[in-house]
Nanobody, 115 residues
Framework: VQLQASGGGLVQPGGSLRLSCAAS????????MAWYRQAPGKQRELVAS???????NYADSVKGRFTISRDNIKNTLYLQMDNLKPEDTADYYC??????????WGQGTQVTVSS
């Protein structure tokens, strides 16, 4: 199983970005998926997660601004980020958790929020 994240970039404060994470293999629909982020000099933190039955959870810092979703046909995880703030600047990583495979990580995609 491989995870390929994309969609990062440079955006002004108040702007929006949509991150995607494409998964290979056939376990995506059974897995809990999540987005994490790591800012320079800080620990990696959970941004949002979504279970295989579409239950979602968000960090307090992004509630009301970010939306996590998944497409089990396309094997793709999404993170819609609206009203971005400079403090959202970080490398964003997708994560897959499945009982038989443990915890898997994709490569990061960089998000920079700056004017």
């Amino acid at each position: 199983v491989q995870l390929q994240a994309s969609g990062g970039g440079l955006v002004q404060p108040g702007g929006s970005l949509r991150l995607s994470c494409a998964a290979s293999g056939n376990i995506f629909r059974l897995a809990t998926m999540a987005w994490y982020r790591q800012a320079p000099g800080k620990q990696r933190e959970l941004v949002a997660s979504i279970t295989n039955d579409y239950s979602t959870n968000y960090a307090d810092s992004v509630k009301g601004r970010f939306t996590i979703s998944r497409d089990n046909i396309k094997n793709t995880l999404y993170l819609q980020m609206d009203n971005l703030k400079p403090e959202d600047t970080a490398d964003y990583y997708c994560n897959l958790v499945h009982g038989g495979y443990g915890s898997l990580w994709g490569q990061g995609t960089q998000v920079t929020v700056s004017s």
